[in-house]
């Protein structure tokens, strides 16, 4: 026979249909999409479940022009998009090598590098005419098997980034390396910069401050949903020196 003195199961927590993060989590309610010059593919590895801190889905709400496809290869950089692409030269992607900004001794926030991984020349050209950025969101070993199973990234334009400062992730996420952003922080960088709109660098960071703010307010109430991390983190988000 039941206990009919034990406690009755919780009700499961219902989550946002659009960031799919637990409602408590959510901030989908204060982004307003913005139109944007620059398309934007988001390739998210079918292993990236990080609910509660991941940035990949509220990052596409923002913007008109955005496509989020979660899996591991696409025949083309038109069948990820779902449109026709002319020139995939015209799209950007971060690449995964270990060129670092700081070690070119090159300035600016992005580098357009050559297929050695040195410092392209004419640099205001080549970004000038992009049409679109790629981000690989997951871990890093997870970005590299999505470069890797795509070798149509090859025809893009690889750059990095030379970010001024740390990711907002601070300690609720270590990065493998100093230069090491979030989804959502590196397309700040790169669509802020590329498009001249510090409006869009301004919009998606104080997004990223929000999501933050809300999961260590969650902290204290809910830790379940919003655990501290531990002390030997996992490596993830995307990473640059290059997502994704």
Known sequence: MSNPTAAAPADPIPECPHCQKPMPLCICDSVTP???RLGLLILQHPQEQDRALGTA???AKHFADATLRVGLSWPSLSKALGHHVENAS???VLYLGSAKAADLEAEGEILALNRKGEIADKQRERLGKLEGV???DGTWSQAKALWWRNPWMLKCQRVILNPAHPSRYGRLRKEPRKDGLSTIEAAATMLG???KRPDIAEMLNASFERMLTRYREVQAEMPELAPK??????RRGVRRGKRA
């Open 57 to 59: 889905r509220l990052l």
């Open 34 to 36: 913005v139109e944007n």
């Open 229 to 234: 991390p531990a002390a030997k983190d996992r």
């Open 90 to 92: 015209h799209w950007a």
């Open 134 to 136: 790629v981000l690989l």
């Open 193 to 195: 910069s590329l498009e």
